[in-house]
Nanobody, 122 residues
Framework: QVQLVESGGGLVQAGGSLRLSCAAS????????VGWYRQAPGKQRELVAA???????NYADSVKGRFTISRDNAKNTVYLQMNSLKPEDTAVYYC????????????????WGQGTQVTVSS
């Protein structure tokens, strides 16, 4: 089965940077769209950044110009580079990938990482 493992979260001061990583493993046939979501306490999970298999990207207005999503297809890994971090960026960040498994290549299914905490102090 497929597993997504996230890393790179932590505590950083406002204005600092972090890079999140999400590595996918398992019986993967292909990875299509990928994305990063975040959820702050008491708030709905929101899309932060997304990338299609063709390379198109989309960002939430709140992070546009500061965050960059990228992917290394050879490593089945997606990254989120976060610069100029603000306290309002504090949240649990989740990696998401739409994947066709080797055993069910007809089916696209969303897989989620376990989440990684990002805390930005003033």
């Amino acid at each position: 089965q497929v597993q997504l493992v996230e890393s790179g979260g932590g505590l950083v001061q406002a204005g600092g940077s972090l890079r999140l990583s999400c590595a996918a493993s398992g019986s993967i046939f292909s990875i299509d769209a990928v994305g990063w979501y975040r959820q702050a306490p008491g708030k709905q999970r929101e899309l932060v950044a997304a990338s299609t298999s063709g390379g198109s990207t989309n960002y939430a207005d709140s992070v546009k110009g500061r965050f960059t999503i990228s992917r290394d297809n050879a490593k089945n890994t997606v990254y989120l580079q976060m610069n100029s971090l603000k306290p309002e960026d504090t949240a649990v960040y989740y990696c998401n990938a739409r994947i066709r498994t080797a055993t069910m290549i007809h089916l696209l299914r969303d897989y989620w990482g376990q989440g990684t905490q990002v805390t930005v102090s003033s």
